[in-house]
């Protein structure tokens, strides 16, 4: 009777965990994400990292950011500057005036590469909404998956994008992303695979493999099979380096 006690004891505790894993919202998966991808340390830190040919430094504390981009050609040195006041771009130091349409595309710019660089945070701002979809297999893992849209108010110049997240379910770790963002000839698609993952001062860094469809209409969230057989084209890869924190 005794051994019969305690295998009912084993037994409801692995359902009980299974329910709970099984119970999770989009809002606490991502959550846990951030959580493990040391997004908790990005409120208070100074990032570098160089990405191409320009270089890149972002400063966050408690609502307060300041991102920024540097290059070079042969004769001058342009620094964009994208904070809470706005969007500014200097020419060696000296301010240098820029049609607000350009300042628009500079911004969105500047934005998407400090973005990018440390998902999953940002995920949590105001203008985010999180939709939990139906699990998904991914070169036979198993994934939470996570659909991400934006408000168009606070949600920037490209709140219209989509983006899915597939969380691994047990690492809690972004391993893959799709997005959808509109050109001017229709809607583009992408696809991520994350690699090269570094934790830098308790902060995950990773870099991707970018790819996208043969057909340009074929549902977002039908990436991720797509990319299981094979069948998306391999654009590029997105690769930091030099990455320091402070």
């Known amino acids: 009777m005794k051994y019969l ?15 709970v894993r099984e119970d999770m919202s989009a809002q606490s998966l991502v959550d846990r994400t951030i959580e493990v991808s040391g997004g908790h340390l990005i409120d208070s830190t100074i990032i570098d990292f160089d990405f191409r040919d320009k270089h890149y430094m972002s400063f966050r504390n408690k609502g307060v950011f300041h991102l920024e981009r540097r290059f070079k050609d042969s004769v001058k040195e342009t620094k ?13 130091n000296i301010p240098f005036a820029v049609r607000d349409s350009m300042a628009v595309k500079y911004s969105a710019s500047v934005n998407s590469v400090h973005y990018f660089s ?3 945070y940002g ?29 168009e108010d606070g949600g920037g110049e490209d709140y219209e994008d ?25 809607l583009g698609l992408r696809f991520r695979e994350a690699y ?5 001062k308790g902060i995950r860094f ?3 493999n970018n790819y996208k469809p043969e057909n340009p209409s074929m549902p977002l969230i039908k990436l991720a099979e797509l990319f299981d057989q094979g069948a998306l084209k391999l654009l ?7 990455v320091t924190v402070n």
Not at 196 to 200: A, K, S
Not at 236 to 242: A, G, M, P, Q, V
Request: contains cysteine.
């Open 5 to 19: 006690v305690v295998v009912i004891l084993f037994f409801s505790f692995l359902n009980c965990k299974q329910d």
């Open 80 to 92: 964009d500057i994208l904070n809470n006041k706005g969007f500014m771009r200097l020419i060696d």
């Open 118 to 120: 440390v998902l999953p």
């Open 123 to 151: 995920l949590n701002d105001k203008a985010v909404n999180k939709e939990l979809l139906d699990d998904t297999t991914i070169k036979n893992k198993a994934y939470h998956t996570v659909k991400v849209t934006f408000n």
């Open 162 to 186: 989509v983006f899915i997240y597939w969380i691994n379910k047990d690492t809690f770790k972004v391993d893959y992303l799709a997005y959808s963002y509109n050109e001017s000839d229709g």
């Open 196 to 200: 090269n993952e570094r934790y830098v």
């Open 206 to 208: 990773v870099d991707y």
């Open 236 to 242: 590029s890869k997105i690769e930091l380096e030099n």
